[in-house]
């Protein structure tokens, strides 16, 4: 296939009948303008023009090539005007998977007022804790909590949180508190994410670090239920304080070692790559940047 960049030339020639008006179009040197027509026409095997010191004139086989690459070359170039268009203005599908802890009414609400404010862009959001692969499942940002494993994605830290050591008051009727972390080991707690219904916390206080392996009768791999079997009583559980400071401040949990929390976990927003960027996904990421979420905590 003859080179495209040759034929938008051999186009512009036949429009303005003149190698040096076609070079002054396109921003090129008449001598480059005269080889590529050249290219052209031994890549075809025919003559396209005929040569005067005045002007050029299309051969009968030029002509009808003119004919027959005229109207593609308009679509690509009405190809390259929309495409160019929406990124002067955000629209389009916006695909945006979130973990299950995330998908929460502040974050919703957010995502409303997106919505909202960009009438031209639609979302489509997956909350899953699976991490999905951006570009096999065609995601445009990815919301991520904990140490990143593809190294491969463009990652913007938003913030991070924290997990409390909390309780509802009924289980703790007729139960000692738990004094250290150590002491977790013998009360029944509420796992998530857990293996076996057990599971190891990590929880730092100070300068002070230390694991706890944990057991329970109820685990679960998704938040919301593990909260709720937090709030029904059926053990301790380890819970984002975006989950529970809301219920401590009314007495429905009691935040147990005090002086002990998780590390800070960090959120991301992952996107594929930083070049040609679309601008709805340009417009998203600012507004998560700017967003006083309290679903973390800005660093």
Request: glycine share 4%; proline share 5%.
């Amino acid at each position: 296939m003859a080179d495209l960049n040759n034929i938008l030339i051999f186009v512009k020639i036949a429009q303005f009948e003149s190698i040096t008006r076609a070079a002054r179009s396109l921003g090129m040197t008449i001598s480059m303008v005269s080889r590529r027509l050249s290219a052209l026409e031994s890549e075809l095997g025919v003559a396209l023009v005929k040569r005067s010191t005045r002007r050029v004139a299309l051969t009968p086989q030029g002509r009808n090539y003119l004919n027959e690459c005229q109207e593609p070359l308009n679509h690509l170039q009405e190809a390259e005007r929309v495409l160019t268009q929406t990124q002067k203005k955000p629209e389009g599908l916006l695909r945006i998977t979130i973990p299950v802890i995330l998908s929460q009414d502040p974050f919703l609400d957010f995502i409303s007022a997106f919505v909202n404010d960009h009438a031209r862009i639609r979302v489509e959001l997956l909350v899953t804790n699976l991490f999905l692969d951006l570009i096999a499942d065609n995601i445009d940002v990815a919301l991520r909590s904990g140490e990143l494993q593809d190294s491969s994605l463009v990652a913007r830290r938003l913030g991070s949180t924290v997990f409390y050591v909390v309780a509802a008051p009924e289980y703790l009727k007729a139960r000692s508190l738990p004094a250290e972390p150590a002491d977790l080991e013998s009360h029944d707690c509420v796992l998530f994410n857990a293996s076996n219904n057990e599971r190891d916390w990590n929880l730092i206080s100070g300068r002070r670090n230390v694991t706890v392996h944990v057991s329970g009768r109820v685990s679960s791999r998704d938040i919301d239920s593990a909260a709720a079997f937090v709030h029904r009583g059926l053990g301790i559980g380890l819970l984002p304080s975006t989950y529970c400071d809301e219920a401590i401040a009314k007495g429905k949990l009691v935040r147990l070692l005090p002086k002990w929390a998780s590390s800070p976990i960090p959120v991301f927003a992952l996107y594929a790559s930083r070049k040609f960027l679309p601008l709805r996904v340009s417009v998203f990421l600012e507004g998560l940047a700017g967003w006083k979420s309290p679903l973390w905590i800005k660093d």
